[in-house]
């Protein structure tokens, strides 16, 4: 018996778990203070009603002999991926229903993808990013290079010609930095990709934070996309199912590499592995997508813009520099006066009893910035920029 010895590659510690224990040893030694977690990207405010309703009703439905349902079609009910169709067609993208996936959400998705791609291949991952793709590569013992993000490129990279690789991730409004890019600047990498034969995992997770006018939400605003481009979605930050669980991924007919429709190989992935979302919780999904719902969850996003405006200005006012928090909920500061943002991570939570997230925990180029979140509670973000104000005024 031999395991799978690239888990031993694997950082031994997930960041979000080293955080936790700092912070419960700090409560745990003083129980007095009040702890603002500013940290974790974990939405706070409640599913929007219309959401609540549709699930109860299918709950009804599911105990009553006439309307109760067994195992569902693996890729989604089409009730649900019309509703995706629908809300790509409001933005001007068309799509088939059977090029959407429904699933639990995008960390599933994004790690199960891989198993449609030989391990010999090389992953270009931007460097800082959500850490899941690196972990999941290597887990399969793939070759990762970085396209490095830093301030001289606003945490943009573009495509460089010099660089191969077959698989490329792409997350925008990226966390941790909430840098978006425009459809021009994604043209350039629709046109690498095509040009090297790679597939972009592109991952719209927070699509639905951005406001400003030439972003894009989709990989597919780009012409050309389809034919290289995978695109992963998730309720969890638009309409707050971090608990409830739903997500969507897009793969398109058009998409072939090695003589293979990867749309094809997907959907033998999914129904041999993956038996389907709960049939309530694609009923509330469903509702997210209705005109009542839509208006709901942007109730709660306009919260959220809210509060990572309440940031933006206290780190405006104290000149400390920043990316995101107007097409994001993530607020990337630079750690005032520390190298090391671990060490930035103890002093805020010491010094303001303020919890974010150390940049140094998304890669390299992470080091010297922190992550600070809008989903913490108005009155709890109010009281934390109060807080960094009255630390670093001085
Ligand atoms: N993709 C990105 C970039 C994320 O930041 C997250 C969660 O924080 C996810 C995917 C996971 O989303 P889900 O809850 O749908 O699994």
Not at 59 to 84: C, D, N, V, W
Not at 170 to 197: D, H
Not at 293 to 321: F, H, T
Request: aromatic residues 12%.
């Amino acid at each position: 018996m031999k395991i799978n010895a690239n888990y031993l590659n694997l950082n031994e510690s997930y960041l979000f778990s080293t955080i936790a224990k700092k912070v419960n040893a700090y409560t745990q030694a003083h129980p007095e203070k009040k702890v603002l977690r500013m940290g974790i990207g974990d939405v706070t405010l409640p599913l929007a009603p219309a959401v609540v309703s549709a699930m109860q009703k299918a709950a009804s439905e599911m105990g009553e002999k006439e309307t109760f349902r067994g195992y569902g079609p693996e890729q989604g009910y089409p009730f649900l991926k019309e509703a995706i169709r629908g809300y790509y067609a409001s933005r001007g993208i068309s799509l088939e229903e059977d090029e959407i996936f429904v699933s639990d959400g995008a960390k599933s998705d994004v790690g199960n993808i891989l198993d449609i791609f030989d391990t010999d291949n090389t992953v270009l991952v931007p460097d800082p990013v959500y850490p899941v793709y690196v972990d999941t590569n290597v887990m399969a013992g793939r070759r990762i290079v970085f396209a490095d993000a830093a301030a001289e490129n606003g945490f943009l990279p573009m495509p460089d010609e010099n660089t191969d690789a077959d698989i490329i991730y792409i997350c925008s409004p990226n966390n941790p930095t909430g840098a978006a890019y425009s459809a021009a600047q994604l043209a350039e990498w629709v046109a690498y990709a095509r040009k090297k034969g790679a597939v972009i995992l592109y991952d719209a997770a927070y699509e639905a934070f951005v406001s400003e006018k030439g972003l894009a939400r989709s990989i597919f605003e780009v012409e050309g996309a389809k034919e290289c481009a995978i695109e992963f979605c998730s309720l969890s930050k638009t309409a707050g199912f971090t608990g409830t669980r739903c997500g969507y991924t897009v793969v398109p007919r058009a998409l072939v590499r090695g003589g293979a429709s990867l749309n094809k190989l997907w959907l033998r992935r999914q129904t041999t592995k993956f038996n389907g979302v709960s049939y309530i919780v694609q009923r509330g999904a469903e509702a997210v997508f209705s005109e009542e719902g839509m208006a709901q969850v942007q109730k709660n996003l306009e919260v959220y813009r809210r509060n990572a405006a309440v940031l933006s200005e206290c780190l405006d006012s104290l000149g400390i520099p920043y990316t995101g928090g107007k097409n994001s909920p993530y607020i990337w500061m630079k750690c005032p006066g520390f190298s090391d943002s671990w060490k930035f991570f103890d002093y805020l939570l010491e010094m303001a009893n303020v919890v974010g997230t150390p940049g140094g925990g998304f890669g390299k180029n992470g080091e010297g910035y922190f992550r600070l979140t809008a989903f913490a509670s108005e009155e709890a973000t109010k009281e934390a920029a109060e807080r960094l104000k009255l630390l670093f005024s001085k």
